[in-house]
């Protein structure tokens, strides 16, 4: 385990933006045979089939498109903001690190800015990929953009806050992908609920609200 930290350590220094983009695209793929796995044992129990009749078959096309997600947007793209970040809260903020302001900007501008953009990239990234169109792309973001930015927008911002008070620059994209394991899993399990009971309540309670604000008017 130490060889295998002190490997990682060279690579990041020789090849940070690489070793990211690599990172990041197994751990997003991983992620996605998980959440396969959850949503079979899920529906199997619910529909009491037995594991004879079905037994669990990884999409690998899906965990291909997904793991690209992570090879091509958030390894390279993670790897710019996390750093920009830091740059820009440092000399730009002025700042102290490590300080609870610096923090606390550090959270809010990636919980409004990165968390919001990263949601819409990827639902519209496996919506193209499964072969949708435009309208249907849209549709797919009402159902799932907005639960998923509230149940994440609980989670993310306590990540964050260890991630920017305890974990050096140098190390925080690590951190976050190890944590993408576990959130391209959510991700990757969300979308496949499709029109989820769950997933409605959101939906019709953000429709109660503009109804009202209408009336209102």
């Known amino acids: 385990m130490l060889k295998a930290w002190k490997w990682y350590q060279s690579c990041l220094s020789v090849h940070p933006v690489k070793t990211q983009v690599i990172s990041s695209g197994v ?62 809260i440092r000399l730009r903020l002025q700042l102290p690190p490590n300080s609870a302001k610096f923090v606390a900007a550090k959270v809010a501008m990636d919980g409004i800015i990165f968390g919001p953009f990263d949601l819409l990239v990827f639902f519209s990234y496996m919506g193209f990929a499964a072969g949708k169109n435009v309208a249907q792309v849209k549709e797919d973001l009402k159902r799932d953009f907005l639960p998923a930015l509230i ?65 209102g008017r």
Not at 32 to 57: C, G, M, N, P, W
Not at 168 to 183: A, E, I, S, T
């Open 27 to 88: 751990l997003w793929g991983v992620g996605d045979v998980a959440a396969q796995y959850i949503t079979h044992s899920t529906a199997r129990k619910r529909l009491q089939i037995s594991e004879t009749d079905a037994k669990f078959k990884v999409n690998w096309k899906r965990t291909a498109v997904t793991s690209l997600f992570g090879f091509g947007f958030v390894g390279p793209l993670g790897h710019l903001w996390y750093d920009g970040l830091d740059r820009f």
């Open 151 to 215: 149940l994440e927008g609980g989670v993310w911002p306590l990540v964050q806050v260890a991630n920017f008070r305890y974990v050096p620059v140098r190390y925080q994209l690590l951190y976050v992908n190890m944590f993408c394991l576990l959130d391209s899993a959510f991700l990757s399990w969300l979308e496949q609920q499709k029109d989820a009971p769950w997933k409605q309540w959101f939906t019709s309670f953000h429709s109660l609200k503009e109804g009202g604000g209408g009336q």
